[in-house]
């Protein structure tokens, strides 16, 4: 069964609109980790944020913010006024056992000028 | 470098050929993981290594796969007989220790197979 739910395959928007991506997860720890990686076109897989099951405090950085909800699962990704730059897929990953990631299919994010 | 290094780039093999992936970490990390995404899918975990310990090879599809990290640093995955099955992306990942501590990633290894 998937734990990591990204239900938007593909998101198109326009430069400076804000964008949401979802993540719901599925887990019966009481101890978890969740984080969101961004893939270029490159193919690297680069880390954005961790957040463990203990926080629920939203974080923001720069354009970036991010929601934590344990009552809906959900952990949410929301850019502010996106940039072409912000092109990419985007994963949702949750770790139980303390070391596996389970991502979620991804998000294919496409901002045009 | 500073990151993970991963060779070749791409990979080309016929159906039954051997072949190896190599993964350098980052220098110091502890941990370190092999992943596999297929096109339009998100990676999935093969194994896992902490120095030259493999703890976990739950994910590897089958036994003509193997991975190894002899001296707690360089890796390296080997897929034995390879099928068609087998192309994907193989990711390698490290990280300082085992607590949850984000992993790094390299550009990958591309393997297709004809």
């Known amino acids: 069964a998937q734990k990591v739910t990204q239900a938007q395959t593909e998101i198109s928007v326009v430069e400076k609109e804000d964008v949401t991506l979802d993540c719901v997860y599925e887990t019966r720890d009481t101890t978890y980790y969740l984080f969101w990686y961004k893939q270029p076109p490159s193919g690297e897989l680069v880390f954005l944020i961790r957040r463990n099951s203990f926080d629920e405090q939203n974080e923001i950085s720069g354009r970036y913010s991010w929601n934590f909800q344990k009552s809906t699962s959900s952990f949410n990704f929301t850019i502010t006024a996106s940039q072409v730059v912000d092109s990419a897929v985007y994963f949702c990953?949750?770790?139980?056992?303390?070391?596996?990631?389970?991502f979620g299919k991804g998000t294919s994010l496409l901002v045009t000028p | 470098g500073a990151g993970v290094s991963q060779s070749p780039r791409y990979k080309v093999a016929k159906r039954g050929q051997d072949v190896a992936l190599r993964c350098d970490p980052i220098?110091?990390?502890?941990?370190l993981f092999w992943y596999q995404q297929a096109l339009g899918q998100g990676p999935e975990f093969l194994t896992y290594?902490?120095?030259?310990?493999?703890?976990?090879k739950s994910g590897l599809p089958s036994d003509r796969f193997f991975a190894e990290r002899p001296e707690g640093s360089v890796s390296t995955l080997k897929i034995q007989r390879t099928q068609q099955e087998d192309s994907a992306v193989y990711l390698c990942?490290?990280?300082?220790?085992?607590?949850?501590?984000?992993?790094?990633f390299g550009d990958g290894t591309r393997l297709s197979i004809l």
């Open positions: 990942a490290s990280s300082q220790d085992l607590a949850n501590q984000p992993q790094h």
């Open positions: 290594f902490q120095n030259e310990a493999q703890l976990d």
């Open positions: 990953a949750l770790s139980e056992a303390g070391y596996a990631l389970n």
């Open positions: 220098s110091g990390h502890v941990s």
